[in-house]
């Protein structure tokens, strides 16, 4: 009877872990693959979502006294792409299909010094998912890191909106 109550414990325990997990999620690493850098820009002709999660993440590093992220059309398809995979799986992961979380980074051509990764769903505005997000310290940390450029992915499925935010900082 005490392994039983012991088991119950641990896996209630260990959904609530995941539970949270699932909500907000960020990574960061640093990989340097050998493909060619992109152009960057402070101007996105992305989806409202993308351009507003832009926008509150540059105000916010602004008040910070950071630099601006300027936009990168590879961090931009390489987010989306993300977006997209989750979207259309329905699996909520930095390693959907056991994939590191830089592959849509690696394939988009980028090449970078660091790079990093905050994923967001089931919020219904971008500034609900961004204030999620800022109130997480590791998200956090991606937000304010010492990062150059940003893209965002936005995908809408099933109910739900998905966001992929990639941080990057080219060789």
Known sequence: MKERVFLAAIFFGLAIVVAVHLLTDT?????????????????????????RMIELTNEYRKNEGLNELKVNNQLMTSSQAKADVLCESGEWSHT??????????IESGYKYRNAGENLARKFDSTDK?????????THLENIVGDYKEIGVGFAECGGKNYYVIHYGEQL
């Open 27 to 51: 990574t960061q690493e640093t990989h340097t693959p050998t493909i060619t850098a992109a152009k960057t820009s402070s101007v996105s002709t992305a989806h409202p979502e993308e351009n």
């Open 96 to 105: 959907p299909n056991g994939q590191k979380f830089y592959k849509e980074i």
């Open 129 to 137: 998912a961004f204030q999620a997000l800022i109130d997480s310290p």
